[in-house]
């Protein structure tokens, strides 16, 4: 899920290592257009999903296999939240300003960009005005940039490479809130799988990994978080229930 081209290395080591500890498995990753093709397939040996698709459509249709621990200010192992970023020349200065503004969202199902601001928002009795769908994160900070939307809400994992790699874009943008901590992007297998062998496949494989890919990545190890811990996060309404005519 966080697949920018300067961890692919990283990522590809990190598959090596673990389908050399699980004995089988496909020579090299994967870059599906089709997500939710992908993670319902029989044949998924190891992906990774959203919260908000895991516990709207995926729970019962493919086995949790670990989360991966990005060591997150601010947050418990496991757990990331959202950045939610304005432009740096904008009026909008806290949460309360976010009222009847205009968003930019990656996807509707979305956690980290759609669902935990809109959550929030809707707790205080607001909204925002209308919604700009990038269908990326990257795409969501490059509209705030140009101001075509008010503010969006960022992975705080996506948010701290694009600090790193992309300071360019991020020096023209800056944080008025963070929204609260839920379960991170889990890791997932088809049912015919052994989560378990898995699960201790990964903890080998990111035991193998050299620090320079750990650093890259920044995963500090996997856990477990429990099925009804991602069930129990708050789903919020939708753009089509929120917007009379979404974007």
């Not at 698709?53 to 959202?82: A, I, K, N």
């Not at 360019?168 to 890791?187: I, N």
Request: hydrophobic share 40%; charged share 20%.
């Amino acid at each position: 899920m966080y697949d920018r081209p300067e961890l692919r290395d990283a990522h590809n080591r990190l598959w090596a290592a673990l389908r050399a500890n699980l004995g089988f498995g496909p020579e090299s990753l994967s870059s599906p257009t089709d997500m939710a093709s992908f993670w319902q397939s029989d044949d998924l040996l190891f992906g990774q999903t959203c919260g908000m698709p895991y516990r709207t459509f995926l729970h019962d249709r493919v086995q949790l296999v670990g989360t991966p621990d990005y060591g997150l200010e601010g947050c418990p192992p496991g757990y990331y939240r959202s950045a939610v970023i304005v432009h740096a020349d904008s009026e909008i200065g806290e949460f309360g300003d976010l009222a009847e503004k205009r968003i930019a969202y990656n996807e509707a199902l979305s956690q980290s960009g759609w669902a935990a601001i809109i959550a929030e928002m809707e707790y205080a009795d607001m909204r925002p005005s209308s919604g700009l769908q990038t269908h990326a994160h990257i795409n969501s900070a490059q509209a705030v940039s140009k101001k075509l939307a008010d503010f969006a809400a960022i992975d705080a994992h996506t948010w701290a490479l694009m600090c790193r790699y992309q300071t360019d874009l991020t020096r023209s943008l800056r944080v008025v809130h963070w929204t609260s901590p839920t379960p991170a992007l889990p890791y997932i297998c088809a049912t015919r799988f052994d989560a378990q062998a898995i699960f201790h496949a990964v903890q080998n494989a990111l035991n193998a990994l050299p620090l320079s890919d750990f650093e890259t990545l920044g995963i500090r190890s996997i856990i477990k978080i429990a099925k009804q811990d991602y069930l129990a996060v708050l789903t919020s309404s939708s753009p089509c229930n929120l917007f009379e005519h979404p974007e």
